[in-house]
């Protein structure tokens, strides 16, 4: 039962693990930089998201979404989706971050997982519907 459970939601799970490997990483480069060696917040987050971003982007591709790209065009395409939608969401990462810290008060690691959380859970319908769909 769990096998044929797996088997039809594969890439959601998948998506999901990796996904959560994606937020601990990123997490922890930035409680890294910014608690342990004393980085400014918002610096500590900008390395800790490009970091998430590399990461994601190798795991989507190879693990989740099984991509094999034949043409330049099509990996230019899908990279430049996917590096175009993190952005746009690590824009909203910082926001969400200075915002939380800022004018919540709230810890900044503690505002950092509740930001991870809001941007998770949207992009797993991006990557499939926009970013990798040329490939399901």
């Known amino acids: ?6 088997a039809r939601f594969e890439q959601f799970i998948d998506y999901f693990l990796f996904g959560l490997a994606t937020a601990v990483i990123g997490i922890s480069v930035f409680y890294v930089l910014n608690e342990l060696i004393g980085w400014q917040y918002l ?31 099509k990996f230019f395409r899908e990279i430049g989706l996917f590096v175009s939608v993190r952005i746009t969401a690590s824009l909203l990462n910082m926001l969400g971050l200075f ?5 919540v ?23 499939r519907r926009l970013i990798f ?3 399901n």
């Open 133 to 135: 769909k040329h490939h």
């Open 105 to 127: 008060s709230m810890h900044p690691t503690w505002a950092k997982i509740s930001v991870e959380i809001i941007i998770a859970s949207t992009s797993y319908i991006i990557s």
């Open 99 to 103: 915002i939380l810290v800022r004018f």
């Open 43 to 73: 610096i500590a987050n900008a390395v800790s998201v490009i970091t998430a971003i590399l990461f994601s982007y190798t795991v989507n591709k190879r693990y989740v979404f099984k991509t094999k790209t034949r043409s330049r065009r």
């Open 1 to 6: 039962m769990i096998k044929k459970l797996y």
